[in-house]
C-alpha cells in the first residue's frame, strides 16, 4: 500500500502495515509489517484531497503533546477510520492514550456528552417543583449509599474484566507473535533477553503460570522440542497450492526469494478459495495441539485435511508464524541462551547439563535453582535425557596442543561416523545423535542385545560413542556414508560396530567428575569387547611432541580422518569444546587440505538473507572422454557479501528450474544434482580454487563418484580457464595420491616447529609437484622460475634442510614482539627498523606464484593505520576474544591502539563475557574457543576501519559467516 492515500470522510485511519515500506513522518522509522500505524489526513501538495501521513502509534501521541491547543488532536475513537477493525485490547490501548493526552491539556474526554447531560438535567430540575428539591435527609443519605455500592461493584467488575484481560494475554498467539517481533528487532544480545523477561513479567504475573511459561518457552525454541513433520518447502508449497488453489509453480517461483513463511502469507491473503481471519482468536494451547497432531501424520491427504481446518483459523500473520514453527526456526536471531537466562540467570547452564527444558524451567519458577545449586548440578545427569555432548575445537599445531594438555594426553583415532550417545535403563535404551535428536532405528537397534553382553554388570548406563561400518574380514572401518539404509546392502562382508570412548554414568552414579584417566580404567574394568559389534576406541596416551607428530602422520597415513585429542585430567564438560580435532586440512593453515581448480557449472537460490541470489554453486570439471562436463560438488561458503553480489551480474546463466528435461546435452548430472540455473557457455565459465577436509566418493555426483567434503571457495583463479583447470583424469589422481599416498613429510620434519616452514613454502611445493606430475606439461622455463623463487622464498624465510630457522628470523621476531608489548619502551628507530625489514620479507613474500590466499589477505594487515587520541576511548566498554590468525605480531601494531583506546582483550578462560569475537576470515568453521553462538562475530577489518575513521563503525556489514559445514 502507497504511503499516501487519497482522503477519506475522518481525520484519522488505522491500520496494519501490509509491506513494512512505510516511513514515520516523525521518527523517520519505517512501520514493520504487521504492525499497527496511524494517519493524520493531511493537505496533499500532489494533487486533489488530502494524503495519509502515518506514524507509529505512540510517535503520533507525542506528537499530539507537543502541538497547539488549538491544533486539531484526536477526540475520539469516531474520528478513526477502520476502528472497528481492532480487537479490544488494540482499542483499550488507543481510549486511554486518548484520555492521557486530554489529561495533559486539562480537558475532560467525556466533555461534550457531560456537557449535553448538564444541560438536559438542568432542564429537567427547572421544571421540578421546589417541594422536590428539599428532600428528606435520610432518603439523600440511602440514595448516597446505593450509589457507593453501585460503584464498589463496578470496581469489582472492572478488576475482574482486567484480570479476565490478563488471562487472554497468557493464552493468546497474538501476544505470542508480538513478543517474536520484538526479539527480533531487537539488536543487542542482552535487550533480546530483557525484552523476554519484561513480557513474560507482564502477562505471568502469578506463580500459577509454570505450565504457561514452559509451553511459550517451548515454541520460543522450536529446535529444542524435538517433533518432527517431514514437511519441507516444497512439500509446503505442494500442499498449499491445493488449499488455496493457486498455481504451485507460481508459489515456487515465490519461494526463490528464500522465506517459505512469507510465500504461503501471500497466497493466503490472495486466496479466493479460504480466507484470511481479520482478527487473530488463536490461543498458543490450539497451536501447540494443531502442531502436536501434524508430527503424528505423515500422508498428504491426512495432512490437507488437518490445514483444512486449522487454516481458516488463522490471520495471514497467525499463518506465517505457524509455518516458522513447522521449519524450527522464528528467524529472530535468538536461541535457548536468550530465552532461558529471562527465565533465571542460572537456567542456560543448567539446561547444558540436563537438556530437559520442562524440568529447568519448572526448577526455576519453584526457586529450587540458585548460584550454588546450579555449580552442584552440573554433575547431575538425567537417565534417558540426553546430555549436550562434550566438544573439540580444531587443532592447528602440536604446539597448541601440548600447551591444551599439559599434563598429556589420550590421542584418540577420530572416525569418520556417527555420534551416538546411548542411555540404558534397566530393559529401555534411547539413542541420542550429536544434535541430540533420536538416532534412526535402523542404525542402532540390534546394538541392545551387544551392549547387554557387553555390560553384564550394568543396570544404568550412559556411553558416549561412535558408530560406523567395518570391513569384519580387516576389521578397518569403511568410507563415511555407508551407515545409510540402502548403503550397508552394498557390502556383504561388513557390520555396524559401536566404538566407546567414554562412559558418564553407570549404575545411579554420575561419572563426569572424574578425570578421563579414570573414566578411561572404569570402561576397561566394565567392558567386555564383542569384535566387529561393541569395541574400544582406539588410543595411545602421549607426552612429547615428536610423539604426537608421528601418530598424525601415521593416522593420515592410513587414511583416516584425523585425531581427538584429551587431556589424561580433563573432566567431561558438556557443551565445552575442551578437546582438540586434529585434521589435515586445519595444519599449515590448510595447507594440507585436499583442493582442485574447478569450473562453475550452475548454481541454486539461497534462503534467508541469500534468497532470491545465486549462492550456492555447482562445480564441476570436464572429461575429455565423453566431452561433457562432470559435477563433483555444491559450494555455499568461501565469498563474502560483496562478491556474492557482483556474481549476480558477472556469472552468465540460464534458469531451468530444477528441470531435467532443460538439463544441456554438455552436462553430466544426477537428478539430484541438477540446479536452478546452469551456465550458458561452460567453457566461458570463471574457474575457482574449491578446497576441502578431503576427497570422498558420492554417487551423487559423476566425477567418477569423486566429491571434496566440506568444501569452501579458496581462491577466484583468474589465470585459468576450463583447458588448465583439472580435469577428470587429474582429478582421479588426486584422489588416489590423496586416499593411497598423503604427503605427511612436513609433519614428520616440521610439525613440531611449526615456524621452521610457513604455509606458504608448504603450498608452493605442492603446486611445483602437482605440475610437475600432471600430463600438460608446464615448460621448462616455467619450472625453473618456479624453483627459483622457492629458493629466494626459503633465503628469506630461513628455511634450510634441517627446517631449522635462521637467528635473523628469530631476532626480528622477538624485536617485534617486544615493540609490539611495550607501551613506548623502545625507540622509534628501531620500531623503524623492524617494520622495514618486515615489509621486506613481504615483499618476497608477494612475488611468489600459485598461492592459495583469501581476498582479504591480500591486503597487508601490518600496514601501520594512523593512531587515534588516547582519550577519545573509541572502544571502551567492548572486549573482544580473539581468533588464532589475530594473534600472530604483524596484527599487534592494531591490537595494541584498540586496547589503548579502551578496548580489553579477553584470556580462553573469559571468553564467555566477550562482547564480540574478532576473526581473520569472512566465513568461520566454528565459533572461537568456548564463546557463545550469540556473540557477535566481527571481521578483524571492523577494528581497522574504526579506527581509521575515529569511531565505531556499523557492525552489519563485517558480520562474519558461522558455518559448520566449511
Same mark, same amino acid.
Given at each position: ?396 599445531? !602440536? ?99 559401536l566404538f566407546v570412548f567414554d562412559c558418564i554414568f553407570f549404575n545411579g552414579e554420575s561419572l563426569i567428575k572424574r578425570p578421563l584417566s579414570e573414566r578411561k580404567q572404569f570402561l ?61 586440512? %586445519? ?125 569452501? !571457495? ?126 621486506? !620479507? ?73 562482547? %564480540?569475537?574478532?576473526?581473520? %576470515? ?45
Amino acid at each position: 500500500m502507497s504511503d499516501e492515500e487519497e482522503v477519506e470522510e475522518k481525520p484519522f485511519a488505522i491500520e496494519r502495515a501490509k509491506q513494512g515500506r512505510a516511513v514515520c513522518k516523525k521518527c523517520k522509522q519505517k512501520c514493520l509489517q504487521g504492525e499497527l500505524r496511524l494517519a493524520k489526513l493531511v493537505y496533499n501538495p500532489f494533487g486533489a484531497g488530502k494524503m495519509k501521513a502515518w506514524h507509529h502509534i505512540e510517535c503520533l501521541f507525542e506528537a499530539f503533546l507537543k502541538q497547539r491547543k488549538t491544533t486539531k488532536r484526536l477526540d475520539s475513537p469516531d474520528e478513526i477510520d477502520g476502528w472497528s477493525d481492532l480487537e479490544e485490547d488494540e482499542q483499550d490501548d488507543i481510549i486511554n492514550r486518548i484520555k492521557d493526552m486530554n489529561k495533559f491539556f486539562g480537558v475532560t474526554s467525556t466533555a461534550s456528552t457531560t456537557g449535553t447531560n448538564k444541560k438536559k438535567n438542568d432542564s429537567v430540575q427547572s421544571k421540578q417543583e421546589p417541594a422536590k428539591a428539599n428532600k428528606d435527609k435520610t432518603k439523600k443519605d440511602k440514595a448516597e449509599k446505593t450509589n457507593k455500592d453501585k460503584a464498589d461493584r463496578n470496581k469489582d467488575k472492572s478488576d475482574n474484566k482486567d484480570e479476565a484481560n490478563k488471562t487472554k494475554k497468557n493464552q493468546s498467539f497474538k501476544e505470542f507473535r508480538k513478543l517474536v517481533a520484538d526479539i527480533t528487532n531487537t539488536d543487542s544480545y542482552l535487550d533480546k533477553t530483557r525484552c523476554v523477561k519484561e513480557t513474560f513479567s507482564n502477562i505471568f504475573p502469578g506463580s500459577s503460570d509454570k505450565d504457561d511459561i514452559i509451553l511459550w518457552c517451548r515454541l520460543l525454541l522450536p529446535g529444542v522440542v524435538k517433533r518432527v513433520y517431514n514437511l519441507q518447502s516444497k512439500q509446503l508449497i505442494k500442499l498449499f497450492s491445493r488449499l488455496f488453489n493457486t498455481d504451485q509453480d507460481d508459489m515456487l517461483n515465490h519461494l526463490e526469494k528464500g522465506d517459505i513463511g512469507e510465500t504461503i502469507q501471500e497466497f493466503f491473503e490472495d486466496s479466493t478459495k479460504i480466507k484470511p481471519a481479520k482478527k487473530c482468536t488463536l490461543t498458543v494451547v490450539e497451536v501447540d495441539k494443531f502442531l502436536d497432531q501434524l508430527s503424528e501424520l505423515t500422508k498428504e491427504e491426512d495432512q490437507v485435511d488437518h490445514f483444512k481446518t486449522f487454516v481458516p483459523k488463522c490471520t495471514s500473520n497467525d499463518l506465517k508464524m505457524v509455518i516458522r514453527l513447522i521449519k524450527g526456526d522464528l528467524r529472530m536471531g535468538a536461541g535457548a541462551k536468550h530465552i532461558l537466562e529471562a527465565i533465571h540467570e542460572n537456567a542456560y547452564e543448567n539446561y547444558q547439563t540436563s537438556r530437559d527444558l520442562d524440568a529447568v524451567i519448572m526448577k526455576c519458577l519453584s526457586g529450587t535453582i540458585t548460584t550454588s545449586s546450579t555449580k552442584s548440578m552440573k554433575g547431575n545427569v538425567i537417565l534417558l535425557t540426553p546430555v549436550l555432548p562434550m566438544l573439540a575445537e580444531s587443532c592447528k599445531s !602440536v604446539e597448541q596442543a601440548m600447551k591444551k594438555c599439559p599434563n598429556g594426553m589420550y590421542s584418540e583415532i577420530k572416525y569418520d561416523g556417527e555420534r551416538v550417545q546411548i542411555h540404558k535403563c534397566g530393559p529401555e535404551f534411547k539413542y541420542f545423535s550429536r544434535s541430540l535428536k533420536p538416532v534412526l532405528p535402523h542404525k542402532v537397534q540390534h546394538f541392545k542385545e551387544y551392549i547387554t553382553k557387553a555390560f553384564p554388570k550394568a543396570d544404568d548406563i550412559i556411553l558416549d560413542s561412535e558408530i560406523l561400518m567395518v570391513d569384519t574380514t580387516t576389521g578397518k572401518p569403511l568410507p563415511f556414508g555407508t551407515l545409510g539404509k540402502h548403503k550397508k546392502t552394498e557390502f556383504k562382508d561388513a557390520s555396524v560396530c559401536l566404538f566407546v570412548f567414554d562412559c558418564i554414568f553407570f549404575n545411579g552414579e554420575s561419572l563426569i567428575k572424574r578425570p578421563l584417566s579414570e573414566r578411561k580404567q572404569f570402561l576397561q574394568d566394565n567392558m567386555i569387547e564383542i569384535p566387529n559389534h561393541i569395541m574400544f576406541s582406539e588410543l595411545e596416551e602421549i607426552h612429547k611432541k615428536e610423539d604426537l607428530s608421528k601418530m598424525i602422520a601415521k593416522v593420515l597415513k592410513m587414511g583416516l580422518e584425523g585425531l581427538v585429542l584429551k587431556d589424561i585430567k580433563s573432566i567431561y564438560e558438556p557443551g565445552k569444546r575442551h578437546w582438540l580435532k586434529v585434521k589435515k586440512d %586445519y595444519l599449515f593453515d590448510g595447507a594440507m587440505a585436499d583442493s582442485a581448480d574447478l569450473i562453475v557449472l550452475g548454481a541454486w537460490y539461497g534462503t534467508g538473507k541469500k534468497g532470491g541470489m545465486m549462492s550456492v554453486f555447482l562445480m564441476g570439471c570436464y572429461d575429455s572422454k565423453s566431452d561433457k562436463f562432470c559435477t563433483v560438488t555444491k559450494v555455499h561458503t568461501g565469498h563474502d557479501d560483496k562478491t556474492l553480489e557482483k556474481l549476480q551480474s558477472e556469472l552468465d546463466m540460464i534458469k531451468i528450474k530444477q528441470e531435467q528435461s532443460k538439463v544441456p546435452n554438455w552436462l553430466k548430472c544426477t537428478k539430484t544434482m541438477i540446479p536452478d540455473f546452469v551456465a550458458k557457455d561452460p567453457k566461458k565459465q570463471p574457474i575457482w580454487e574449491i578446497t576441502g577436509a578431503e576427497f570422498t566418493k558420492h554417487d551423487v555426483h559423476t566425477a567418477d563418484g569423486i566429491s571434496i567434503r566440506f568444501p569452501r !571457495v579458496t581462491k577466484i583463479r583468474d589465470d585459468k580457464d576450463w583447458k588448465t583447470a583439472t580435469n577428470l583424469k587429474e582429478l582421479n589422481k588426486l584422489y588416489t595420491n590423496s586416499k593411497e599416498n598423503p604427503d605427511v613429510s612436513m609433519l614428520v620434519k616440521g610439525l613440531d616447529n611449526s615456524s621452521s616452514q610457513s604455509s606458504k613454502d608448504v603450498k608452493l611445493k605442492r603446486k611445483l609437484e602437482e605440475d610437475t606430475d600432471s600430463d600438460d606439461k608446464i615448460s621448462t622455463p616455467k619450472k625453473k622460475k618456479v624453483a627459483n623463487q622457492t629458493t629466494n622464498v626459503k633465503e628469506v624465510k630461513g628455511v634450510d634442510n634441517s627446517s631449522s630457522q635462521s637467528s635473523k628470523d628469530v631476532k626480528l621476531k622477538r624485536e617485534l614482539q617486544e615493540d609490539t608489548d611495550s607501551d613506548d619502551k623502545t625507540s622509534t628507530p628501531k620500531k623503524k627498523k623492524v617494520a622495514n625489514q618486515t615489509t621486506n !620479507v613481504k615483499e618476497e613474500n608477494a612475488s611468489k606464484p600459485e598461492e592459495r590466499t583469501d581476498s582479504k589477505q591480500e591486503e597487508s594487515t601490518a600496514s601501520k593505520v594512523e593512531d587515534i587520541s588516547d582519550d577519545k576511548q573509541l572502544f571502551a566498554g567492548v572486549k573482544v576474544v580473539l581468533a588464532d590468525e589475530l594473534k600472530k605480531s604483524e596484527h599487534k601494531d592494531i591490537i595494541k591502539q584498540f586496547t589503548k583506546n579502551g578496548g580489553t582483550i579477553l584470556s580462553e578462560d573469559e571468553s564467555e563475557q566477550a562482547t %564480540y569475537a574478532l576473526h581473520y %576470515y569472512n566465513v568461520i568453521r566454528e565459533p572461537v574457543l568456548n564463546c557463545s553462538y550469540t556473540i557477535r562475530h566481527l571481521s578483524f577489518e571492523w577494528v581497522k576501519d574504526s579506527i581509521k575513521e575515529g569511531s565505531l563503525m556499523d557492525y552489519k556489514s563485517y558480520t562474519v559467516q558461522w558455518n559448520p559445514d566449511v
